[in-house]
């Protein structure tokens, strides 16, 4: 197989742009009735909608934050497995700047969503009281300038990784690729750290008598392995056109099959771990976290998680025939992601209720829906229209040319 590294080769044709088109218009549509229904719901029910955004927003932003990591991931250790991905990576990265836009009305709605801005909880609860006036850790000011510094410093990233990837683009030399090899290694520490402290305030501060070290490293594990599933997903939806189908092949699609089991195996990793350590330890204010989603639907919501986020994907992902096939890659990624939509509604709505109080907040199901669609709507839109605007396949990158030249792949 041959690769040609012209400009003209490597872009969408007209056949393609018009599912460009298609895809926008459509995305554009369900995002505007989603975000609709959803902005209706939260000025009336703020305290069940906002939870329920917090959910797809967690999600959306995840997807960005992955794309960010992989990308950087890629430019440190290359490999020909990122052809088909890089250009759909660095479109998510990008919209790293429409979430932070999408994150206002969690700034403006935090006394509907966190305990730790209600007096009442301050007064009664010691823990909450020592990290919301003794160390004023947890305060609605310093919550939002944390997350502003978490935004500032991931488009700083994205626009970098955007901008020297696309110059790279037109030049025959290999200084822009250089620069983001030489910038990877830190860039990827000062991901994890600020990921890890941004999971710590917007997911783990819901419980704030709670604590896990491995939270916040269990929690960019998912986003990862959601955003990988998201990419491969639109890879193989892409690979029935010219430049992708050159890019998705058998090989290739056995690379990526190779990092979903891989994170998946992970995530059930740093999942069991943390229960273990919990479960031995068994202090009260540790437990909790567990008691509130184990009982009543919630534990079956957690069994659920075990068979259909681990077990399934892993043994399906055993099989070296199925991932070098798109029939069962697709189906496999697709199902990740939507348990993994389950996984954060398990980790945000039961921080509200009682623990002992079997609850299942039912009103709060129909509203993840509304503003997954309404939030990924608009997300797929401009993904789309980021996508489009430059070649598909990254012309001149000396690291995936090396790589195709490895596999024995030619380039023309």
Do not use: C
Request: charged share 15%; net charge neutral.
């Amino acid at each position: 197989m041959s690769f040609d590294t012209d400009l003209a080769s490597a872009t969408a044709g007209a056949d393609l742009q018009a599912q460009f088109d298609a895809v926008q218009k459509r995305a554009l549509t369900a995002g505007a009735i989603g975000l609709g229904l959803s902005l209706v719901g939260g000025l009336i029910w703020p305290s069940t909608v906002l939870p329920a955004y917090l959910v797809a927003v967690l999600f959306w932003t995840g997807i960005s934050l992955g794309s960010i990591g992989l990308t950087f991931l890629h430019h440190l250790v290359g490999g020909s497995w990122a052809l088909p991905l890089r250009r759909p990576f660095e479109a998510g990265a990008f919209l790293i700047v429409l979430m932070a836009v999408f994150f206002a009305p969690i700034l403006l709605g935090l006394r509907s969503i966190y305990i730790w801005t209600n007096p009442e909880a301050i007064a009664h609860n010691e823990a909450i009281r020592h990290k919301v006036e003794v160390i004023k850790f947890l305060t609605p000011s310093f919550f939002t300038i944390r997350t502003l510094a978490y935004f500032a410093i991931w488009i700083v990233a994205a626009l970098v990784l955007n901008f020297w990837s696309r110059a790279q683009d037109g030049r025959t030399d290999d200084a822009p690729s250089r620069r983001l090899y030489v910038v990877s290694g830190p860039a990827i520490v000062l991901m994890f750290l600020s990921a890890t402290f941004a999971a710590f305030d917007w997911g783990m501060s819901l419980d704030p008598d709670w604590y896990s070290s491995i939270y916040g490293a269990m929690f960019i594990v998912g986003e990862l392995l959601s955003t990988l599933a998201l990419m491969t997903v639109i890879a193989l939806r892409l690979s029935a056109f010219e430049p992708m189908r050159r890019a998705v092949t058998p090989d290739r699609l056995n690379d990526v099959g190779n990092l979903l089991l891989a994170f998946t195996m992970l995530w059930a990793y740093m999942t069991v771990s943390q229960f273990l350590i919990i479960w031995l330890g068994n202090i009260g204010e540790e437990v909790s976290w567990y008691l509130r989603r184990t009982r009543g639907v919630w534990g079956a919501v957690s069994l659920a998680l075990i068979v259909f986020q681990f077990f399934a994907p892993f043994l399906a992902l055993l099989n070296r025939e199925t991932k070098r096939k798109a029939e069962w890659v697709l189906p496999i990624a697709l199902w990740i992601l939507v348990m993994r939509v389950v996984e954060l509604g398990w980790l945000v709505l039961p921080a509200s209720s009682e623990i002992g109080v079997a609850r299942f907040p039912w009103g709060s199901i129909p509203w993840i829906l509304t503003s997954m669609v309404g939030v990924g709507g608009v997300w797929i839109a401009a993904f789309v229209w980021r996508l489009r605007s430059a070649p598909l396949i990254p012309l001149h990158d000396p690291r995936i040319m090396a790589a195709l030249e490895h596999s024995g792949e030619v380039l023309v």
